[in-house]
């Protein structure tokens, strides 16, 4: 079993669809969930950046994380095309100065 | 803006035909690592410097080397490119653990193509 999973898509939507992201991780001492978005050919931006379980909200995203269940979520509401990216799911032991694990990402595509 | 550049943006090297890659970063950060991005995967760490001390992944190749001159400054050396070492290449920056919101920060990335 991978320590982190993460389906790859691509997930295809309309314009102002909800869309769901989500990650399964093994590792029970992850306390750091970070989603990043990495557009084609760039390098990974810093979405959302949570510490244990509950919810954080920035604008139209919404983290969650159940650590019972060792899952992690990212919505986004009234998806844009310009949210078409590649959306990488990461965690870690402790903040800062610490390896972080990825999931492969999952391919995110709005249509206007 | 405080940020992390990496150079040059887009790498082409021959086979076997040393290469470097740089990053610096204006965020004052200790710590700095390199990971390599092949197409859909997860990015892979292979190294990291904690001020002046390297860091290096147990299954980083030998072929791979890297070198820290001073605080704002990385370079990723690859000695002898092979074909399957054709990838993004990136750089990150962090603090040392200081609270729950930090993290890592990403450079734009360097694709490097192996001919």
């Known amino acids: 079993q991978k320590e982190v999973e993460q389906d790859p898509g691509p997930l295809s939507v309309p314009e102002g669809a909800i869309v769901s992201l989500n990650c399964t991780y093994s590792?029970?001492?992850?306390?750091?969930f970070m989603w990043y978005r990495q557009y084609s050919r760039k390098g990974p931006e810093l979405l959302m950046y949570?510490?244990?379980?509950g919810n954080k909200e920035d604008g139209r995203f919404t983290a969650q994380v159940d650590k019972s269940s060792k899952y992690i979520s990212l919505f986004i509401r009234d998806s844009q095309p310009s949210d078409s990216a590649t959306y990488l799911c990461?965690?870690?032991?402790?903040?800062?100065?610490?390896?972080?694990?990825f999931g492969k990402g999952t391919m995110l595509l709005v249509s206007p | 803006d405080a940020m992390v550049i990496q150079n040059p943006r887009y790498q082409v090297t021959q086979f076997g035909k040393p290469v470097t890659l740089s990053c610096s970063q204006t965020?004052?950060?200790?710590?700095m690592y390199w990971y390599q991005q092949k197409s859909s995967q997860a990015p892979k760490l292979l190294f990291h410097?904690?001020?002046?001390?390297?860091?290096n992944e147990a299954d980083t190749p030998d072929n791979f080397q890297s070198r820290r001159p001073n605080t704002s400054f990385c370079f990723l050396d690859i000695r002898s490119p092979g074909l399957g070492d054709a990838a993004m290449y990136l750089c990150?920056?962090?603090?040392?653990?200081?609270?729950?919101?930090?993290?890592?920060?990403f450079g734009p990335g360097t694709r490097l193509t192996v001919l």
């Open positions: 990150a920056t962090s603090r040392v653990r200081t609270g729950p919101t930090d993290t890592q920060y």
């Open positions: 590792n029970s001492a992850f306390q750091y």
């Open positions: 949570t510490y244990s379980s």
């Open positions: 990461a965690m870690s032991l402790n903040s800062g100065y610490s390896t972080l694990t």
């Open positions: 965020l004052n950060h200790n710590v």
């Open positions: 410097y904690y001020d002046k001390d390297f860091n």
